[in-house]
């Protein structure tokens, strides 16, 4: 009895031992697996939209492949790679075949200069080679967002751990052996739903007023100058979009006109004779849609008294000179009245205005310039801008490559003090006179802080709409800030144009995992599995002896043995 009892106790010792020792390896190995992670990123996705049903845009989210680089094979299957390239290597060939032709691949992930990071920027910039770098990206973004692309695209930022992934990869690549099942390599794992899209998106338009001062016993309405800046923004990218030049300089440059336009009508002595109708407008890049809705909002009244409107877009692209856009003739009394003032301001600042005019086409949908709507309901309006060509849809409108690293600040201040001092000649009626009321070192200057400190705000915020909500705190700020230095401000809440269609999953999180090959694994299961039974038979021998181990492995008599 005794003896059974401890052949059995052996048994149980060996048998737990032997558990013992599988749930170890377990342990290690799903610690190993789950060490297994190179780096963790932030990734930003290309953005997915339609136009009238057109889908255009990143059309999936998740990725689950291995990666890949720019020295893989010439004529290999990509089909299930991920290819990781930095923007410096990016070529026309690949441009060509997998973003234009649509050629397969299993996801893109492209890797930025931090230049282009509006949180991130380094100290030290060559301007020349990031001139070239933002003409690049911006070339490569309109093909981007103008093309269907079936496989997940992603945007990162270069740094310390990415170079390092893709150093390996483009070592393996190099020696023909790229990253496959059997071979091991680097993995990207982005885990996301099916994109879906926005119900609803909304737009929303902010609107403030200086009243100006009537005459004793006048009781006709006042003229009504507008000054117009569209605030939101377009990219490849709706997360990075923050449009530094287009359009947050005209914001800004709307903001700093507004606050000293305050100064001057909080004193009767000083107000003037007309009403300025301040007006931040959104869906600029979606023909500006956010415009037409507010401008079929105004009455009837409000639309005649309108003098004429200002429009600012993209005041730093100049440098060198700005262009007034018109739709209606040169020789309209308005709009030579408006050159001459700004061309006769600009002489004084020493810069130069051109008039550009383009006759609008009311049947086609397309709108190029913020004008335009004000010109499709016969109210005489210009855009004033650096821009001296109308950008085609979706060009020009804030994208990756629009921060506040390529902004001349400068061109901003000066574009300001062109308006604010032309303007000023009109309200007073000081036109050919050679006075400067918004002088230097005055209390009514130019204040290039304000400018750069609104600027910088902007070059920090995305604001593609309609991932802007009503009541975002961006929209939020902008309010109260044109409440501090206007009246009866308000916003104006709208849906998008039904012609477009938006998604989400704008911002995902990568995994990079480097696994091992399939030979590996499998060497290392021959190893595991030859040191489980080397160990399984030492503890048995040791236990119960040579004759217990045999046994385990003879055959059990048959039932015919038994019963004979």
């Not at 845009?57 to 720019?70: D, Q, V, Y």
């Not at 190029?368 to 210009?382: C, G, I, K, P, Y």
Request: proline fraction near 4%; include cysteine; hydrophobic fraction near 40%.
């Amino acid at each position: 009895m005794a003896d059974s009892m401890n052949a059995a106790a052996g048994r149980r010792h060996v048998f737990e031992s032997f558990y013992s020792v599988v749930v170890l390896v377990s342990i290690l190995i799903a610690c190993v697996e789950l060490c297994d992670a190179s780096t963790v990123v932030d990734v930003y996705r290309l953005i997915q939209y339609d136009i009238s049903g057109a889908p255009f845009g990143s059309r999936a989210a998740s990725l689950n492949h291995h990666a890949g680089s720019s020295l893989s094979a010439p004529g290999s299957d990509l089909s299930r790679t991920v290819v990781i390239l930095s923007l410096r290597e990016l070529n026309e060939t690949f441009i060509r075949e997998y973003i234009e032709q649509g050629k397969p691949l299993g996801g893109l992930l492209l890797l930025l200069p931090q230049v282009f990071h509006f949180n991130n920027r380094p100290s030290f910039l060559d301007d020349c080679i990031y001139s070239d770098m933002k003409t690049q990206l911006a070339n490569l973004e309109q093909k981007l967002i103008h093309s269907t692309i079936q496989y997940p695209v992603y945007f990162a930022f270069e740094d310390k751990d990415l170079a390092k992934v893709l150093a390996d990869i483009q070592r393996n690549d190099a020696a023909g052996q790229p990253a496959t099942a059997t071979t091991g390599g680097y993995k990207l794992i982005v885990t996301s739903p099916a994109p879906k899209k926005l119900a609803s998106p909304t737009i929303t338009n902010i609107q403030g007023w200086l009243p100006g001062l009537k005459a004793d016993g006048d009781s006709n309405q006042l003229p009504t100058i507008a000054i117009v800046a569209s605030y939101d923004t377009f990219g490849a990218a709706p997360a990075l979009s923050v449009g530094s030049d287009s359009n947050g300089s005209g914001v800004v440059a709307l903001l700093e006109i507004a606050r000293l336009f305050s100064i001057l009508y909080s004193n009767p002595n000083t107000r003037g004779r007309y009403n300025i109708l301040f007006g931040l407008t959104s869906g600029g890049p979606y023909n500006y849609n956010g415009t037409q809705k507010w401008l079929r909002s105004f009455d009837q009244r409000l639309r005649e008294s309108i003098d004429y409107a200002i429009c600012l877009n993209s005041l730093s692209s100049g440098e060198k000179g700005l262009w007034l856009h018109v739709s209606k003739p040169p020789e309209n009394a308005y709009v030579k009245q408006i050159f001459e003032v700004l061309s006769n301001v600009a002489e004084e600042l020493g810069l130069k205005v051109g008039l550009k005019h383009k006759k609008i086409n009311v049947s086609n949908s397309r709108v190029a310039w913020e004008h335009e709507q004000f010109s499709r309901l016969r109210v005489t309006a210009a855009t004033l801008s650096g821009l001296s060509v109308a950008p085609n849809l979706l060009e020009n409108t804030g994208g990756i490559s629009d921060n506040s690293e390529f902004v001349n600040k400068a061109a901003v201040v000066q574009s300001v003090k062109l308006v604010v001092e032309s303007l000023a000649k009109h309200v007073y009626g000081q036109e050919g006179k050679n006075i400067n009321i918004f002088a230097d070192n005055s209390s009514l200057a130019v204040s290039s802080s304000y400018i750069g400190s609104w600027l910088d705000l902007l070059s920090r915020t995305p604001r593609v709409a309609p991932f802007l909500s009503k009541d975002n705190p961006f929209i939020t700020a902008l309010k109260k800030e044109l409440a501090d230095h206007v009246v009866e401000v308000n916003l104006q809440h709208d849906v998008v144009d039904g012609m477009f269609t938006f998604y989400d999953s704008t911002v995902n999180t990568l995994q990079i995992y480097q696994v091992a090959s399939v030979t590996f694994d499998l060497l290392l299961l021959l190893g595991l599995g030859s040191y489980l039974i080397t160990l399984f038979s030492f503890l048995v021998i040791t236990t119960r002896g040579v004759d217990d181990l045999m046994s385990l492995f003879r055959r059990p008599p048959s039932r015919k043995a038994k019963a004979a």
